[in-house]
């Protein structure tokens, strides 16, 4: 089940706002960026980069995921590892709110999201 309105708008602004101050220079841009999608019940940060062998064709490296999980009202946090699947966050597995996952990627405390 998909998030509600309410959530799916505090997403985007949260989001939007993460966003504005972490994307690099407009400049910069096509080198690399910042992007987020919301998919279902789950909100995806990820960079895109131009492909090392073919400039031109973008790839998109998922950075964090988070999930709703309704029944219990809070976001399940999870990182993508190189076995290219999400595995569940150990230090901090469920926030509260999606502000509280922005701040947990941001801190990336035990350098599991941006490596």
Not at 2 to 22: P, R
Not at 47 to 52: D, G, N, T, Y
Request: glycine share 0%; with cysteine.
């Amino acid at each position: 089940m998909a998030i509600n309105i309410m959530q799916t708008l505090d997403v985007i602004e949260t989001l939007e706002n993460f966003l504005s101050e972490k994307r690099p220079p407009e400049e910069m841009r096509n080198q690399i960026d910042l992007a987020y999608k919301i998919e279902n019940q789950s909100v995806i940060v990820y960079e895109i980069r131009p492909r090392w062998d073919k400039p031109e064709v973008n790839i998109e490296t998922k950075v964090a995921k988070a999930t709703f999980v309704k029944a219990q009202q809070y976001w399940s946090v999870y990182w993508m590892r190189s076995d290219l699947k999400w595995h569940i966050y150990q230090p901090m597995p469920n926030v509260k709110t999606i502000k509280e996952f922005i701040d947990l990627i941001e801190e990336d405390k035990h350098n599991c999201f941006w490596g």
